[in-house]
């Protein structure tokens, strides 16, 4: 009876289920959209309960798609949008408000008084991230002041905290285990990625008490089974956890110290392998836990964009410029340069390395010749700009060169896009045969508990590339376009309104 690893791929706007083989192929996919609550400007909540359900209903799907039995499945991975945030009751196991998703600036304000007292050292210093809504501590502290009851609730132990991760596995174990891993805990603003645990003056400044949050374990482990009224009379281990980002890195079989990847989805995520060397960053770039396996814990630096694929989707649908994500490329094609255009896509401010939550879109360099091949190319050439930006931090904070980039995400099947970004990095970018590196890295993370994989070689051997581009144009010409751009986000951080 041949054997598989399912992995769920729990991202913000669907939740997915794959099955994997011993050759690390997809062999069926299944995916669930859900709800997205908008309930004031720039918030953005989740319901918990519409997660869950819309992961198991893909879990039954994926498997009855391909015709396979729980009892094949040797082994679940998790991956999962990261720092979203759910509390629940320990009592009843219902969450006590929506779940306040990453992209949510709800807790703005109380960044800003935190900030205000000086402490945004004081959490760089122990977590490697930023005073940002975008992460979980703040939320859990927001919905503990405003949902009645709950501060009280959350200081006689009857409350549990938890991100998508920790609720998936809560769920799936039938509320028996309360965990975490490494890399999503270093996602919270509460754990201490040096020392490997919450960190008690940070929970004190944030009032979120310790029993609210789950025991933080390796990424590749048996963390508990599925209970089998779940899986028609099958108790599965759950045997690996790993935030999204995180688990593309593996995925992507970035195992050594410089190996990086960009991700080109909604928004970009570019990950180093910075191995045992929490790098600390003087350029915008958060320090995390990469993951624990093989007992140890291994950094990565991160680079964040807010906008990225979403640029395209806003030429698509935003401005009817074009019908379909693809045909940005024949578009752009149709001209050799955007002869001085520049689309800086600030739709939601800036991210690394800037952090200018303010910036807003702008285009700069029209002309009377300006057509719309020239603002579509521009617009795509942004994509490439920003991991430029990252790449340059990431190089300067690490001292590490970046000999060649990993890439994955919706935009990655454009060609044009690719060789821009090689041009302008003056390195090759290597885009792989599977696409779903996030899933991948999950089910990798679980069959090495379960000993599906033996080990990280053995994943390296499966990783292919499916096309690479080298560099092919001259590095002055790069020099100069790349110093456009940084010109262009200058000017464009200069208008606030
Ligand atoms: N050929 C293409 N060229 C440029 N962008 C593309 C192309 N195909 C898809 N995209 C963009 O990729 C994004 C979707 O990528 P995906 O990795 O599925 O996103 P996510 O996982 O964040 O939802 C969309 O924003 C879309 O506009
Ligand atoms: O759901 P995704 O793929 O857009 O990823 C979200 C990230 O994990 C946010 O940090």
Redesign the pocket.
């Known amino acids: 009876m041949e054997k598989y690893i399912l992995s769920i791929d729990q991202?913000?706007?669907?939740s997915r289920a794959m099955l994997f083989n011993h050759g690390g192929e997809i062999v069926e996919t299944a995916q669930r959209e859900f709800e997205q609550y908008f309930p004031k400007p720039g918030w953005v909540e989740h319901d918990a309960n519409e997660i869950w359900t819309s992961v198991l209903a893909c879990m039954a799907d994926v498997l009855t798609k391909a015709d396979v039995e729980a009892e094949q499945i040797a082994g679940i991975g998790i991956t999962n949008q990261r720092e979203t945030t759910v509390v629940w009751d320990r009592n009843t196991g219902k969450p006590i408000h929506k779940a306040i998703v990453w992209q949510s600036r709800q807790t703005q304000q109380i960044c800003n008084e935190l900030r205000e007292q000086g402490l945004n050292d004081t959490f760089r210093d122990k977590t490697g991230l930023l005073l940002d809504p975008y992460f979980s501590g703040t939320k859990v502290k927001w919905i503990l002041d405003h949902v009645d009851g709950a501060r009280e609730k959350a200081e006689n132990d009857e409350l549990m905290f938890g991100t998508i991760d920790t609720w998936l596995v809560y769920k799936l174990s039938g509320k028996k285990e309360h965990v975490t891993d490494y890399s999503n805990a270093s996602r919270t603003l509460m754990y201490n990625i040096y020392d490997l645990e919450w960190d008690e003056e940070l929970l004190d400044i944030l009032g979120v008490p310790k029993s609210m949050l789950p025991e933080v374990k390796p990424s590749s482990e048996v963390y508990g089974h599925t209970v089998d009224y779940h899986f028609f009379g099958s108790s599965i281990p759950i045997a690996g956890m790993a935030g999204d980002q995180q688990a593309a890195l593996f995925g992507q079989a970035c195992f050594e110290k410089g190996m990086a990847k960009n991700?080109?989805?909604?928004?970009g995520f570019m990950l180093m392998n910075t191995a045992e060397e929490a790098v600390r960053s003087d350029q915008g770039l958060l320090t995390t836990l990469a993951w624990g396996v093989d007992g140890k814990v291994e950094y990565a630096l991160e680079g964040s964009i807010f906008v990225?694929?979403?640029?395209?989707?806003w030429l698509?649908d935003g401005l009817n410029l074009i019908e379909s994500?693809?045909q940005?490329?024949s578009i752009a094609g149709e001209v050799d340069s955007t002869e001085g255009v520049y689309v800086v896509p600030a739709f939601v401010g800036l991210g690394t390395p800037y952090w200018d939550s303010e910036a807003r879109g702008a285009v700069f360099g029209l002309t009377r010749g300006t057509k719309k091949s020239h603002f579509v190319r521009a617009t795509?050439e942004s994509?490439a700009y920003q991991a430029k930006d990252v790449v340059d931090a990431m190089v300067e904070d690490s001292g590490i060169e970046l000999k060649k980039l990993r890439v994955?995400?919706?935009?990655v099947?454009?060609d044009l896009?690719m060789q821009f970004q090689s041009d302008l990095l003056n390195v090759p970018v290597e885009r792989p045969k599977i696409n779903e590196t996030t899933a991948l890295g999950a089910a990798y993370l679980a069959g090495l508990a379960v000993d599906f994989w033996k080990d990280r070689k053995e994943i390296s051997k499966q990783w292919y590339v499916e096309k690479d581009f080298d560099p092919q144009m001259n590095e002055e010409k790069s020099a100069e376009l790349y110093e456009g751009w940084q010109k262009a986000v200058e000017a464009a951080r200069v208008f606030k309104l």
């Open positions: 991202g913000t706007t669907s991700t080109y989805g909604t928004g990225s694929g979403s640029a395209i989707q698509r994500s693809k940005s490329e795509l994509l994955d995400g919706g935009a099947k454009n896009l």
